[in-house]
Structure formats: structure tokens, C-alpha cells
């Protein structure tokens, strides 16, 4: 009988492994790539960078934390700054003194040699005592609760546990990753373009190191990510139903709260056939999204600091909106001279991939030519079921990615550049457009097969070149912040 019982829990065992590994073979190639690469390269890079060393890192760790703490109004340190007072660091939160240490270290030691616990001993007495200081959070003051949600969580543990900030703050880099694996990987699994493409896009070794640092960024890039494979995967179907638009709606609204730029991503709305979703229900449910797009960044704003007041030490935002109404030429003008037909759109490029650290650590360039090979070369592999835009559709798509550039250009022009301005426009890098860069896939869409090489070869091919981009990353990293 126990002899039985036994036999009986081995067939279990045995039938729920192969019910596991027939789960496993139906993931494709693509989303399993992603998984093992993002995971292993970016643990890698968490222990390679070390503390406060991703773009506007500092402001992104104190605005988590502030949240942990159920703090959402920034606090201004001069409650009325007068007319030539400085307003850009004037408003922020009051923090644990370990974290202005920790700030402190890392630019005076400007991330070389240096090791834990990444502040100054001198410090030690203000930290035990409990001391708060007061940091101003720039650029991050009015990020949205979302861009958080995985940094307030290892926050969170680490206060449950008693654990000092250093170890909170590397739990909200881990937990950081995790959510962007996660998030990714569920796109790139409903995504009904080429699955390599959104791969390649995914493992952009920018996106990666943002996703392994406590960058309220990486959260924008994997919710546009699952947002643009989420409607994609509408586009064939026979029906949409109320719960689906439903969820597509509340994707809609966060995005804009994570970024107001991404608003034009609502256009893929008009990728879905009408058969499917008429033009009644699109009408209906777009005023309704829009509005409600609308009603929640007023609202979020209205908690926040005025853009007005927050960059003016830089830029007046509502006078060079003004003058653009007035005279858009000017600015239309810079955008051709300077990017279009100019030298500085190479950073653009460069920095869409390339460009770690503070924006000091650079890839080499013939690595960053391999990546837009191999993503070039992903984006021609077709999935076995792949599904096609017709040209109308592409057009769209191609009016979107128009409509970002533009929007995100001028963005940057209106908050950090002088009325007028001609020379450039300051504040643009490349890593402001990966949130939008999967809608670049499905332009290589087509209704035939478009290789005639076997999608396995190219798969090889794409994931050798793009192994070597990661590890030409890590040594990269590794010069730059070379240990001991």
C-alpha cells in the first residue's frame, strides 16, 4: 500500500515536471532570450555600478522614498523664494541624512573607488542620531506614484527588516528589474509583431542600466512597452469587449501620468479595424480617455509645483509657448538646422543606447553600430502566425513616431532653454525616445516573408551580436567604476 502511494506521488511529480516543461516550450525563443539576458546582465550591472550613478538618480531614490513614507506634495525648503532666488533646488523632501551622505560621496568620488558603504565615515554620528537633511529633487519633483511602485516595495522590506538605506535603496534596484523583466516579458509574449524586434528593443543596454538603477524611467518604459503590444494584439481580433477598452483605458491614463508625451500612443486606438471597433465605440471611448487622460494630469499637477516656477532658473516654460504660437518657425528651425541636417542629432542616436553613468561613460561606437544591426536584422523575423499593417496603418504609425519626436523635442525646448533660443535645444538625450521605440517594429511588418533564411539562423545571429553588445557594456562599466 505505502509502496503504491509512493508510485502514485511520482507519476504526480512527473506529470506536473511535464507539464512544466511543456509550459516552458511554448514560450517563444524571443521572450525566453529575454528573460535569461535581461536577468543575468543586469544583476551583473547592479554589482558593477555603484550607488547614485544613473542620470538623476539621487532625485529619483528621495521621491521613492518619499512615497514609502505616504509623502506625496514636495515640501519647499524656502517656503517664498523671492524674484532672483533660486527655485531649483528648493523643492524636495527631507530625508535621512544617510542619503545626503550617500549623495555627497558619490560626486565627490564621481563613482570610482568606491566602496561600501558608499558615504562618510565622518557622517556616522548624524546617521545614527536619526538626522534628516533636506534634498531638493530637481527635474524628478513631479514624477507620478507609478514610476515607484517597485522601489517603495524593496524600500518598504527594508524598513519592515530594520535595514540601514544602503540596503534599502539596492532592494528597490533589484525590485526595479524584476517589475521591468516582468512587465517586458508579458509584452514581448502578446506582442503580434516580430518578437526578436521587441527583444532586441528590450535589452537596449540604456533601458537595461536604467531598469538595474532606481530610475523612475525604467517603470515608463516597460507600461509603453506593454501598452503598444497590449493594443497591438487587438488590431486582429473579431470583437473587442467593454472590460478590454476598459483596461486599455486606465494603461492610457497612467501612461500620461508616467509621461504626457506618451499621449500619442492613444492613436494606436485607430489601428484596430473598424469591424472589430466601430467608429461609434472609438469615438465614445476616445473623447472618454482623452478626457479622462486630461482630468488626471490636472489633477496630479495641481498637487505638484508649477513647471513655471520649478524651471525657471533655466527657462521660462509659458513665454516660449507663447512665442512658439506666435512664431513656430523658430523653433521648427533649430530642429532642422541642428538635429535633422545638423551634428547634435548624432547624440541623439548615440545616446539612445550608449551613453551610461551621468551621461559620461559612452559605448564605443562600432558596439552601437552592431546593436542597430542586430535590431535592424530582429525586426525581419516574422512570427509563424505574424501579423501585418496594411500601408493606411503604417502611416499611422509612422504619423505617432513623427508626432513623439516632435513633441518630445519641444518638451525639452520649453523647460530648459531660453525664450528663442537657436544655438540647440538643451536637455535632450536619446533615452527620452526608447519609451516609443517599439512602434518601430511594426513597420517591418509585411504579409509575405520578408527573409528568405530560416528564422532560427537569424535568431543565432541577432542573439550572438547582441551578447556582445551586453558584455562590451559590463567592461565598459567596469572601467568606469573599477573596484577598490
Not at 521572450?31 to 544583476?43: D, S, V
Request: glycine share 6%; with cysteine; charged share 15%.
Amino acid at each position: 500500500m505505502i509502496l503504491l502511494k509512493g508510485m502514485m506521488s511520482i507519476d504526480k511529480v512527473m506529470a506536473g515536471g511535464a507539464g512544466v516543461l511543456s509550459a516552458i516550450k511554448k514560450i517563444t525563443f524571443p521572450n525566453r532570450l529575454f528573460l535569461f539576458l535581461a536577468l543575468i546582465f543586469g544583476l551583473l550591472m547592479i554589482n558593477i555600478v555603484p550607488p547614485v550613478q544613473a542620470p538623476d538618480e539621487i532625485g529619483h531614490f528621495i521621491k521613492a522614498y518619499a512615497f514609502s513614507e505616504f509623502k506625496v506634495k514636495p515640501q519647499a525648503f524656502n517656503k517664498k523664494p523671492g524674484k532672483n532666488d533660486s527655485t531649483w533646488g528648493n523643492y524636495g523632501f527631507e530625508v535621512p541624512y544617510e542619503m545626503k551622505s550617500m549623495n555627497s560621496y558619490a560626486i565627490d568620488k564621481n563613482g570610482k573607488n568606491a566602496e561600501y558603504p558608499y558615504q562618510y565615515k565622518a557622517d556616522e554620528k548624524k546617521i545614527k542620531a536619526g538626522e534628516k537633511a533636506f534634498i531638493g529633487t530637481g527635474g524628478i519633483t513631479n514624477y507620478f506614484l507609478v514610476n515607484y511602485i517597485p522601489q517603495i516595495i524593496g524600500i518598504k522590506i527594508g524598513k519592515i527588516l530594520g535595514k540601514p538605506i544602503i540596503w534599502q535603496y539596492y532592494a528597490a534596484r533589484y525590485l526595479n528589474l524584476i517589475f521591468y523583466v516582468l512587465i517586458i516579458f508579458l509584452a514581448i509574449k502578446r506582442f503580434p509583431f516580430s518578437k526578436m524586434g521587441a527583444t532586441i528593443l528590450a535589452l537596449n543596454p540604456m533601458a537595461l542600466f536604467l531598469a538595474t538603477s532606481v530610475s523612475g524611467d525604467a517603470m515608463i518604459i516597460a507600461v509603453s512597452f506593454f501598452f503598444i503590444a497590449w493594443i497591438s494584439s487587438l488590431i486582429g481580433k473579431e470583437s473587442i469587449s467593454n472590460a478590454k477598452l476598459a483596461f486599455s483605458a486606465v494603461l492610457m491614463v497612467t501612461l500620461v501620468l508616467l509621461k504626457p508625451t506618451l499621449i500619442v500612443l492613444g492613436m494606436l486606438f485607430f489601428l484596430i479595424p473598424n469591424k472589430s471597433f466601430s467608429i461609434q465605440r472609438k469615438a465614445i471611448w476616445g473623447v472618454g480617455i482623452f478626457a479622462a487622460c486630461i482630468l488626471c494630469y490636472v489633477l496630479w499637477n495641481k498637487m505638484m509645483i508649477d513647471q513655471q516656477i520649478l524651471y525657471r532658473d533655466f527657462a521660462n516654460p509659458s513665454k516660449q509657448v507663447a512665442q512658439f504660437l506666435k512664431d513656430p518657425s523658430i523653433f521648427f528651425e533649430n530642429l532642422r538646422e541642428n538635429y535633422l541636417f545638423g551634428t547634435k542629432g548624432d547624440n541623439i542616436v548615440y545616446s539612445f543606447a550608449g551613453k551610461f553613468g551621468l551621461i559620461d561613460t559612452p559605448l564605443g561606437l562600432h558596439w552601437l553600430v552592431l546593436y542597430y544591426m542586430a535590431l535592424v536584422g530582429a525586426c525581419l523575423v516574422q512570427e509563424k502566425d505574424h501579423q501585418a499593417l496594411t500601408a493606411l496603418q503604417k502611416v499611422i504609425v509612422a504619423v505617432m513616431m513623427i508626432l513623439y519626436t516632435i513633441l518630445t523635442f519641444f518638451a525639452l525646448y520649453q523647460i530648459w532653454n531660453k525664450v528663442g533660443r537657436t544655438a540647440s535645444i538643451e536637455g535632450l538625450q536619446g533615452r527620452y525616445f526608447i519609451p516609443a521605440s517599439l512602434l518601430l517594429v511594426p513597420m517591418f511588418s509585411a504579409k509575405e516573408k520578408i527573409l528568405n533564411i530560416k528564422n532560427s539562423k537569424v535568431n543565432i545571429v541577432v542573439s550572438l551580436c547582441i551578447v556582445v553588445v551586453l558584455i562590451a557594456t559590463l567592461v565598459t562599466l567596469s572601467n568606469r567604476y573599477p573596484v577598490g
